[in-house]
Nanobody
Framework: QVQLVESGGGLVQAEGSLRLSCVAS????????MAWFRQPPGKEREFVAA??????????YVADSVKGRFTISRDSTKNTAYLQMNSLKPEDTAAYFC????????????????WGQGTQVTVSS
């Protein structure tokens, strides 16, 4: 049974940076996508970024709203995915969730069957 634990959230001023980590235990499959979703206060959960590994290297997907500011990466030797968040904005304030699975569509939450508990990111203006 794969379990995910996120860390790295916190309070940061606008234009600041944070790096989220997601450690997977239980030997996740190398074919797993690892992804980040977020849920702003009072809103639905939304896709942020996803990464998978293939024979040709990592494949990433990034939401338009964070493209150019957020970077997803993965260290398979540590079973860890990272989300580097730069130039943070108040609208990035949300609970950030790590997910793992083998979705048909990497940007939709329904394809992920393992979720972490979430880590809060708050960006002040």
């Amino acid at each position: 049974q794969v379990q995910l634990v996120e860390s790295g959230g916190g309070l940061v001023q606008a234009e600041g940076s944070l790096r989220l980590s997601c450690v997977a235990s239980g030997r996740p499959k190398s074919s797993y996508y690892m992804a980040w979703f977020r849920q702003p206060p009072g809103k639905e959960r939304e896709f942020v970024a996803a990464i998978t590994l293939s024979w040709s290297g990592p494949t990433t997907y990034v939401a338009d709203s964070v493209k150019g500011r957020f970077t997803i990466s993965r260290d398979s030797t540590k079973n860890t995915a990272y989300l580097q968040m730069n130039s943070l904005k108040p609208e990035d304030t949300a609970a950030y969730f790590c997910a793992a699975g083998t979705p048909s569509h990497p940007t939709t939450s329904s394809g992920y069957d393992v979720w972490g508990q979430g880590t809060q990111v708050t960006v002040s203006s």
